[in-house]
């Protein structure tokens, strides 16, 4: 029997249909093994008509994986209270013979595929499977990956049809051209608070040979959302195989003189200022996360993967982050998610309201004061709570950027760390080598107490990516190198930190300093301002920092100030290399040269300045050079 006929008996005549409609019998046979695999007692499959999508938030109400809040639109999602994060250890990349790769969580693909399929035999049974399409990138577009989600979880398919674009008409319009990535989806057994049950056997598996991603017993966003994360370790594969690169990276619009319009993109690891700086509210947000970059007749070319946000909750307040404060308290379409909540409305951690002293949240009924069974506190709202909104409700959001089949055009490239002592706040690499050697290959951020409780340790984590990367560190690097030969315009290379204190540990930087330094990335990528050559790379003048300070923020700009972030300080930056140095050189196979060789190269020019300025050299006695 072809899968087809199989299909035909395994489906309502209706959902059937709307299958049939769809001329690819790779996407036939997928789904008839799935769905007798899995059991379910009844099938829904999503088109992309408005009627499908309602059915789905509907669902997600009836199943109770969701509740309705007060205002209209927004309800509230819960995880399991041992759910709330992705799950790193069970998060595995399966490769034939379970090939070691450095930095990598890898396991046998043969063991991994067996266990998938045993913990995932009639898990659907009494419940109501969802057949999803999305794709990743704007629809008919050269960034286009079209992608199939099977889940149980109204949530985790409601989610995906606020942060992606529908795709069952591409699934049509490609037929049997469609390579398509598949994900499969069980929150398995479900507790009365309808959170998953069975956590020990909670298990992430990708697998690189089929593009497929199987998610079983867990309802975490990021363990589940089958688009995010998991696809990304597959598109940085396919990246890197196809010579362009799928990245961690907001994508903004920066506003120039006389209407100019600049577009960034910009990585940074948790925590370093990523989304506060695509937020700047005189500034245009086209994606906050993941984005596509092709090269297309020599030039660069970006575009978000997602259509949406699925964003940290914590810490926003009206005075730091008004744009998205403002979204969170309109009536457009929100999941709230491991909030509190009380009386029909949404509490969050450090929101710069006075928060209720009971009410419900991921642990269930909730107080004050209240603790779990290891005796830790329970904080009002996770750490970890999470909203999940459409980005055309923001005031701010570029939508003729995000939807553009061609993407825009990248002028510049940001990557940012946690640093409190080696990098100077803004500076532009010399070349595009350089940029991703110095700047992307060597990028380090200092973990904070919330999250180590040891302050200030030092994580490698090139391009802020290490988290989810499936290919051997060495590998990624070449592509990166490669496709700056494949552009006649590279887009400029930056490196940002926010994070810069004295010896006596205060701040040299304030929060808003950041739309300054975008400012003046932007007049460099057009050749508007001259820059002082530093053994590092290009660093802005004083002069027009302090215009750009009075245009931008209405602040004064002392040299003093100027001087103290600026200055090049040689002893760190070696020490840096080292480091850096050591990890690749012992950590990560088949790296190119030139790696080695560009940082020999900076460690030369730092020792050359040394000998003639000292240990810490001045920005203003490097302009007089």
């Known amino acids: 029997m072809d899968a087809l006929e199989k299909l035909r008996e395994l489906l309502p005549e209706e959902q059937f249909e709307k299958v049939k409609a769809i001329d690819n019998p790779e996407l036939h046979a997928f789904l008839a093994e799935w769905i007798e695999w899995l059991e379910p007692s009844k099938v829904f499959v999503c088109t992309d008509s408005e009627e499908d999508e309602q059915y789905v938030r509907w669902k997600a109400l009836y199943y109770g994986e969701e509740k309705m809040l007060e205002t209209p639109n927004h309800t509230v999602h819960y995880d399991n209270y041992y759910d709330q994060a992705r799950d790193k250890a069970n998060t595995k990349l399966l490769v034939p013979g379970g090939k070691e790769i450095p930095f990598l969580n890898t396991k046998d693909r043969d063991e991994g595929l067996k266990e998938i399929r045993e913990l995932m035999k ?78 020990d056997k909670r298990r992430i598996y990708i697998d690189l040979v089929d593009d497929t991603v199987y998610s079983v017993n867990t309802q975490y966003g990021g363990n589940t959302i089958g688009l995010k994360k998991l696809a990304f370790r597959l598109t940085i594969q396919k990246a890197v195989k196809e010579g362009w690169l799928s990245e961690h990276m907001f994508l903004m619009r920066v506003n120039g003189p006389n209407g100019r319009k600049t577009y960034f993109t910009g990585a940074y690891p948790s925590m370093c200022g990523k989304t506060s700086t695509a937020m700047i509210p005189w500034e245009n947000i086209v994606g906050d996360d993941l984005t596509f970059i092709l090269p297309v007749n020599g030039v660069a070319r970006g575009a978000n993967v997602e259509k949406g946000v699925f964003g940290i909750i914590q810490g926003v307040n009206p005075e730091d982050d008004p744009i998205i404060w403002k979204v969170l308290h309109s009536p457009v379409e929100i999941i709230f998610s491991n909030v509190l909540v ?41 750490k970890n709570a999470r909203f999940t909104v459409s980005l055309e409700h923001f005031p701010n959001v570029d939508l003729e950027a995000l939807e553009n089949p061609c993407g825009v055009e990248v002028g510049g490239m940001i990557f940012g760390g946690r640093d409190k002592d080696t990098w100077p706040p803004v500076r532009e690499a010399f070349d595009w080598k350089h940029g991703v050697i110095t700047m992307g290959a060597s990028l380090e951020s200092e973990t904070t107490a919330a999250t180590l409780g040891k302050e200030g340790v030092r994580a490698f984590n090139p391009m802020a990516i290490l988290d989810f990367m499936s290919v051997p560190l060495g590998e990624y690097i070449e592509n990166y190198l490669r496709f700056g030969e494949k552009l006649r315009k590279a887009p400029k290379i930056f490196a940002v930190n926010y994070f810069l204190r004295d010896e006596n540990g205060n701040w040299l930087n304030h929060k808003l300093d950041k739309a300054v330094w975008l400012k003046w990335m932007e007049l460099r990528v057009h050749g508007d301002v001259d820059a002082i050559e530093t053994p590092i790379g290009y660093i802005p003048k004083y002069e027009d920092l302090a215009r750009l300070f009075k245009e931008v923020l209405n602040k004064d700009y002392s040299r003093e100030a100027y001087e103290k972030q600026f200055t090049i300080r040689v002893p760190e930056l070696l020490a840096k290399i080292e480091r850096i140095e050591k990890i690749y050189r012992e950590k990560v196979k088949e790296v190119p040269e030139e790696l080695f060789r560009v940082l020999e190269e900076e460690r030369k020019r730092l020792l050359e300045a040394r000998e003639k300025y000292g240990d810490y050299i001045s920005p203003f006695v490097l302009e007089r050079a």
Not at 147 to 165: M, P
Not at 368 to 374: L, Y
């Open 122 to 199: 009639g898990v659907m049974k009494g419940k109501e499977l969802f057949i999803c399409f999305f794709v990743l990138g704007p629809k008919n577009s050269i960034f286009t990956i079209p992608a199939v989600q099977l889940t149980d979880s109204a949530y985790v398919a409601h989610s995906e049809f606020i942060l992606y674009r529908k795709g069952y008409e591409e699934f049509k319009r490609l037929g049997r051209n469609a390579k398509f990535f598949r994900f499969v989806h069980s929150a398995g057994e479900l507790d009365e608070r309808k959170t998953s049950k069975n956590l």
């Open 342 to 382: 009380k009386d029909g409305k949404p509490y969050w951690n450090e929101m710069g309201v006075e928060i209720p002293e009971e009410g419900e949240n991921h642990s269930g009924k909730w107080w004050k004061g209240k603790k779990d069974k290891e005796g830790n506190e329970i904080p009002p709202s996770h």
